[in-house]
């Protein structure tokens, strides 16, 4: 059974269907975290700041997932700054950090997600797919098909088969469906770095096209 850190891990979208692994997951904020606990009892759950917790454990670790905050790196944020919408606010640099550090110092499999960065990558990704940037030490096939179409400026409590209405928080419900990753891409990138695609292809057919036969 693979080891998975499943970092800055909200409520889950990325991975909502992975199976047959061993999942701790990291997320700083306590209600999110709560939440998540709901949906995935066998998991082990953080609370605490995924950064820190990265470089303390990274080599107990067979698969590392990390989303660190996107916000700072938007374009849709930086032009709500022009706007006088927000303020305008650095961009969050611990996430080259982490593309740096674990390209560099870890040893398993390992991916990095973002939004496409409003200013030029100081790191090329390896792959862009829908509105994300994947950063990763294995290929993953650009040949992901969206199940599901999702509109970012949509404002409710419900995406991608999560239903969070029912939860009484502090939290902005439509930002956590929001920051969602679409649970069969997050199988579709999990899936790459492993080279799983028999049991998957049956049940998931929107990861796979004619072209390229599988993952």
């Not at 909502?16 to 709901?38: F, H, M, Q, R, S």
Request: proline share 5%.
């Amino acid at each position: 059974m693979k080891k998975v850190l499943n970092l800055y891990a909200g409520i889950g979208g990325n991975r909502k269907l992975w199976e047959g692994v061993e999942v701790t997951a990291v997320e700083l904020n306590p209600e999110i975290a709560e939440i998540y606990k709901d949906l995935f009892p066998d998991d082990t759950v953080v609370v605490d700041d995924a950064h820190d917790f990265l470089l303390k454990n990274y080599k107990d670790y067979d698969f590392i997932w990390s989303s660190p905050p996107c916000q700072s790196h938007s374009d849709i944020r930086r032009m709500g700054a022009i706007a006088e919408m927000y303020d305008a606010v650095f961009p969050d640099m611990n996430l080259w950090g982490e593309i740096v550090f674990l390209k560099h110092f870890y040893k398993g499999k390992y991916v990095v997600e973002n939004v496409k960065p409003y200013y030029k990558p100081f790191v090329e990704p390896s792959e862009i797919i829908d509105r994300h940037c994947f950063w990763s030490n294995y290929s993953i096939s650009n040949s992901f098909q969206k199940s599901e179409k999702f509109d970012i400026r949509k404002k409710g409590s419900k995406g991608f088969g999560f239903d969070i209405s029912g939860y009484k928080i502090k939290h902005r419900k439509d930002q956590i469906i929001r920051n969602l990753v679409n649970p069969d891409l997050g199988l579709h990138i999990y899936n790459c770095a492993f080279d799983v695609h028999s049991e998957t292809e049956a049940r998931h057919p929107c990861l796979f096209d004619e072209a390229n036969n599988g993952i």
